[in-house]
């Protein structure tokens, strides 16, 4: 892939081990500047090195779950918190008072499906779950729906970069074509 940036994922991963990993996937998923982390890319890269000795499995896939379940609670809790203050401005060339009725007819119908499936979104993953508690969200479907795709895609990402490892050692002669495959 001449003319791209070479980044060692995998290097940067072991520098930065579990705590790293922890508070990448937990800041990705539901703190507003946390949306340029790697995400399931990372994810996968964490299981293949696991496959390889560098992590243990039974310690990074449920410690990557409750970081990605923790991060959606907080960006939940920071919707709750301080989206009631953007009912409260008037409407600007940016915002309206309009696209907050829109958004909470939109989760109103698709909020569960949205806050699942943003999991698999880069950058709407950070946002849905801020989104679902300016709208007021009922917080128990959210967390029914929050524990669902953290499980489906932290635990389960990073478990198939586990298997992927063990059951094909040369796939991380192809990590590259599967993170940008990730990525698209």
Same mark, same amino acid.
């Given at each position: 892939?001449?003319?791209?940036?070479?980044?060692?994922?995998?290097?940067? +991963?072991?520098?930065?081990?579990?705590?790293?990993?922890?508070? @990448?996937? *937990?800041?990705?998923?539901?703190?507003?500047?946390?949306?340029? *982390?790697?995400?399931? !890319?990372?994810?996968?890269?964490? %299981?293949?090195?696991?496959?390889?000795? *560098?992590?243990?499995? /039974?310690?990074? @896939?449920?410690?990557?779950?409750? @970081?990605?379940?923790?991060?959606?609670?907080?960006?939940? /809790? +920071?919707? #709750?918190? /301080?989206?009631? #203050?953007?009912?409260?401005?008037?409407? !600007?060339?940016?915002?309206?008072?309009?696209?907050?009725?829109?958004?909470?007819?939109? =989760?109103?119908?698709?909020?569960?499906?949205?806050?699942?499936?943003?999991?698999?979104?880069? +950058?709407? #993953?950070?946002?849905?779950?801020?989104?679902?508690?300016?709208?007021?969200?009922?917080?128990?479907?959210?967390?029914? =729906?929050?524990?669902?795709?953290?499980?489906? /895609?932290?635990?389960?990402?990073?478990?198939? %970069?586990?298997?992927?490892?063990?059951?094909?050692?040369?796939?991380?002669?192809?990590?590259? =074509? +599967?993170?940008?495959?990730?990525? *698209?």
């Amino acid at each position: 892939l001449a003319g791209m940036p070479h980044i060692d994922l995998p290097a940067i +991963i072991q520098i930065v081990g579990y705590p790293g990993l922890f508070t @990448a996937v *937990f800041l990705e998923s539901g703190v507003p500047f946390g949306f340029f *982390f790697p995400g399931a !890319s990372m994810l996968f890269t964490a %299981g293949l090195l696991a496959s390889q000795g *560098f992590f243990n499995i /039974w310690i990074l @896939a449920p410690l990557l779950f409750t @970081a990605a379940l923790l991060g959606d609670n907080t960006g939940y /809790w +920071i919707g #709750r918190k /301080w989206g009631v #203050r953007l009912f409260l401005r008037p409407d !600007s060339k940016f915002f309206r008072h309009e696209y907050l009725r829109r958004a909470k007819d939109f =989760y109103d119908r698709n909020g569960s499906r949205t806050v699942f499936l943003a999991r698999f979104v880069p +950058i709407v #993953r950070t946002f849905a779950p801020i989104v679902a508690g300016i709208v007021n969200m009922p917080y128990r479907t959210f967390v029914m =729906y929050n524990v669902l795709g953290a499980l489906v /895609w932290a635990a389960g990402v990073t478990t198939a %970069g586990y298997y992927a490892g063990t059951k094909f050692p040369f796939v991380e002669d192809y990590l590259t =074509y +599967i993170i940008l495959g990730i990525i *698209f």
